[in-house]
């Protein structure tokens, strides 16, 4: 029996395009986005970022050197959020009703500075009962540790665990774990994977 819904957060609850954010910063370094996102693929920063190995100080001095800019730190961070859509791919109405009979989680690696801002922006967020961040934890999907951080949250066993993330090789992390997970292809096809495990939230 189901008794925890573990939700990953990027391409499942909020859609993102990091091409918004390269464009963004084109017009203020003079790079092509191409260029942008090589530069900081290569750096390797935003996984440091994400693994809490670097705070968000570290990270908008090292890749604002990377990019060759020098921007106010603010400017930066919002330009770095604005990869983020407006709408949500599953509504509020879902996670809120779940929340009523199973306890939700999030599981997602992401950094400070994108995870404050989506905090302010979808109020979806509030019917989490429990965040599990890849920057906190200092872990990233698909790492055991990760998956074990979530399994405790979530209070139950993990074949008690329903996940899903949009990441195949995430989804493998959380089989390997124990977990009940399926790759995230959209709302309606999430639904019916609850409903197949007898989960409701009407």
């Not at 390797?44 to 060759?68: H, K, M, P, W, Y």
């Not at 200092?138 to 998956?147: F, L, N, R, W």
């Not at 995230?184 to 495990?197: H, I, K, P, S």
């Amino acid at each position: 029996m189901i008794r925890s819904i573990i939700f990953d957060l990027g391409r499942v609850i909020v859609p993102f395009d990091f091409m918004r954010g390269y464009r963004a910063m084109s017009q203020i370094s003079g790079l092509a986005p191409d260029e942008i996102r090589r530069r900081l693929s290569a750096s390797g920063l935003v996984v440091e970022l994400e693994s809490g190995r670097i705070d968000e100080v570290q990270f908008n001095t090292r890749a604002q050197e990377a990019l060759g800019t020098s921007i106010p730190r603010e400017q930066f961070e919002s330009i770095w959020f604005s990869v983020f859509l407006p709408h949500t791919l599953i509504p509020d109405s879902l996670v809120s009703g779940l929340r009523r009979n199973y306890r939700t989680v999030l599981l997602s690696n992401t950094n400070p500075v994108h995870f404050r801002g989506i905090r302010r922006q979808y109020p979806i967020l509030d019917h989490f009962d429990e965040f599990v961040l890849s920057h906190e934890v200092g872990a990233m999907k698909p790492a055991p540790e990760i998956y074990q951080a979530a399994i405790r949250a979530a209070q139950c066993e993990p074949a008690e665990c329903f996940f899903t993330d949009d990441v195949a090789e995430y989804v493998e992390g959380a089989l390997r774990a124990g977990i009940d997970a399926v790759l995230f292809e959209d709302c309606a096809q999430v639904e019916r994977e609850l409903r197949a495990r007898g989960v409701r939230w009407e």
